[in-house]
């Protein structure tokens, strides 16, 4: 069975610095990765996907990169602000149907 | 386009009573996934369905709970006969194809008493 872990849980930095997050997959044999943030009391919102051929994407501040062979993914931050803040998911699919298996999250605070 | 549509946001059951929750896809979408996300857990997948199909329903309880999409009208969540083990973030995510990108809801917090 597939287990994600998400490295830190929480994570508190000031306004501007660069920051990384962290995934990990127990089973290389994945389909897509999908990065998500969630805001406290809300619904998902997604941020990037990566198909299994693909190494990274990036959209604005955000760059996720993708390798499967050691079954991690990071999700790098960029001149990190305030509105930020939220908790950031990871989920990753075996095939093409995806049934998404997600981490526990990362929270993250940026401090103005 | 509007995203992905789920009501009621938030339902407040009793114990032993039924609770639907409904999702409406975004449009074009015609697969639709189902998590739940009990108190400080993570998401956990619970259905997959395509219009009038179930795909894979690996992750629903074995009892009380069921899940359709008819050809017509939003997907359906029914939880019969609810316990307090039931309260949880109930979460749609609907896609265009099964291998691309998913799009969630926001969310139904279900509530027993």
């Known amino acids: 069975k597939q287990e994600v872990t998400q490295i830190p849980a929480a994570l508190s930095v000031p306004e501007g610095e660069n920051l990384v997050l962290n995934c990990s997959f127990t089973d290389s044999a994945i389909y897509n990765l999908q990065w998500f943030r969630q805001d406290p009391g809300k619904g998902l919102t997604s941020l990037l996907l990566?198909?299994?051929?693909?190494r990274e994407q990036t959209s604005g501040r955000l760059n996720a990169s993708l390798d499967k062979s050691s079954g991690r993914s990071t999700l790098y931050i960029a001149a990190s602000q305030p509105g930020d803040s939220a908790t950031y998911l990871c989920?990753?699919?075996?095939?093409?149907?995806?049934?998404?298996?997600f981490g526990s999250g990362t929270k993250l605070n940026v401090k103005p | 386009n509007a995203g992905v549509m789920q009501n009621p946001r938030h339902l407040v059951r009793r114990r032993g009573q039924e609770a639907r929750l409904r999702c409406s896809p975004m449009k074009g979408h015609s697969h639709v996934y189902w998590y739940r996300q009990l108190p400080e857990e993570g998401l956990k997948f619970m259905v997959y369905?395509?219009?009038?199909?179930?795909?894979?329903e690996s992750g629903m309880p074995k009892e009380r709970f069921s899940a359709e999409f008819p050809k017509e009208g939003p997907s359906i969540l029914r939880i019969q006969q609810v316990v307090r083990g039931d309260s949880a973030a109930y979460f749609c995510?609907?896609?265009?194809?099964?291998?691309?990108?998913?799009?969630f809801g926001p969310g139904t917090r279900l509530t027993v008493l």
């Open positions: 989920a990753v699919s075996k095939n093409n149907f995806n049934k998404f298996y």
């Open positions: 369905l395509q219009k009038e199909n179930i795909i894979d």
């Open positions: 990566i198909q299994s051929s693909q």
């Open positions: 995510a609907s896609s265009p194809s099964p291998d691309t990108e998913q799009f």
